[in-house]
């Protein structure tokens, strides 16, 4: 369990941050600018949360929440080559599945789209639609990190369905699709 008494520590006044193993890294650096990211996700699925109010959509996000903190800590914990199962806490296939299954739960409701989706609708439709555009750069960082440390496939997998689970429940809560706002080419000419 986690227990903070004190939340300054003066250790990262020299431009670095402790990583799980203790290990010390430039805050600069893409595996810390990955674990950004994932914060800034989670902390706009929380507004999202709050613009829904109950319900399943706000259920799966509390879930995510969850989810977010794990996959933090998954980054930030060096993965060893040959690590044992269970060593570390990372995210796992089942976090991964259960989100597929979210995506096909909701998805099952939408008609199939004839254009693309603008970022818009319900408010917090677009709350959601927001948080999706920041998983998604979460995951270009979370990839991008992959050139300087071994990071856990199965979190680049979960970020990658998150962004999608995202979409589809921004479509979901505009009316089940109805409310979509659709793209329509050229039409500002």
Known sequence: MV??????????????????????????SLRMTAIGD???????????RTALGQGIVEEA?????NDLFDLGA???????????????LRIV??????LEQEIDRLNDELSPLTSFVLPAGDASASALHLARAIARRAERSAVAATQDAMLNPLALAYLN???DYLFVAARWVNQAGAGDVLWVPGAQR
């Open 3 to 28: 227990k903070l008494n004190k939340i300054y520590t003066r250790t990262g006044d020299d431009g670095t941050s402790g990583l799980a193993d203790g290990s010390r890294v430039a805050k600069s």
């Open 38 to 48: 994932v914060d800034e996700a989670n902390s706009a699925i929380g507004v999202a």
């Open 61 to 65: 996000l509390a879930r995510i929440q």
């Open 74 to 88: 998954d980054i930030a914990t060096p993965l060893a080559e040959g690590e044992a199962p269970g060593a570390a």
């Open 93 to 98: 296939a089942s976090q991964v599945t259960r």
């Open 161 to 163: 369905r998150l962004s």
